[in-house]
């Protein structure tokens, strides 16, 4: 079983940034795509980026060019260098996995709000 830990969140001024990193165990993490969803007060979880093993990488449009995913297969981490934050970023930032299009696990989230 895959087990997902988030780190990095907090408070952060409108064009500030924040790293959040995720350590995952548990599993061998070969053919997992690891990735990061967000989830704002009273809207939807939705994707904000995901890698795959080999390192392919996708972002959501709100994110492109201001996020950026990386993971370290040996260390079994991934993170999310985030840039040019807007207080619409804020929202709670939820690490997952998924292998074949099937959800493994989702970490605990970490908060990440962004003021004026």
């Known amino acids: 079983q895959v087990q997902l830990v988030e780190s990095g969140g907090g408070l952060v001024q409108a064009g500030g940034s924040l790293r959040l990193s995720c350590a995952a165990s548990?599993?061998?993490?070969?053919?997992?795509?690891l990735g990061w969803y967000r989830q704002a007060p009273g809207k939807q979880r939705e994707l904000v980026a995901t890698?795959?093993?080999?390192?392919?990488?996708n972002y959501a449009d709100s994110v492109k060019g201001r996020f950026t995913i990386s993971r370290d297969n040996a260390k079994n981490t991934v993170d999310l260098q985030m840039n040019s934050l807007k207080p619409e970023d804020t929202a709670v930032y939820y690490c997952?996995?998924?292998?074949?299009?099937?959800?493994?696990?989702w970490g605990k989230g970490t908060l990440v709000t962004v003021s004026l």
């Open positions: 997952n996995a998924q292998k074949y299009g099937v959800v493994l696990s």
């Open positions: 548990g599993s061998t993490f070969n053919n997992i795509v």
């Open positions: 890698i795959s093993s080999a390192g392919n990488t």
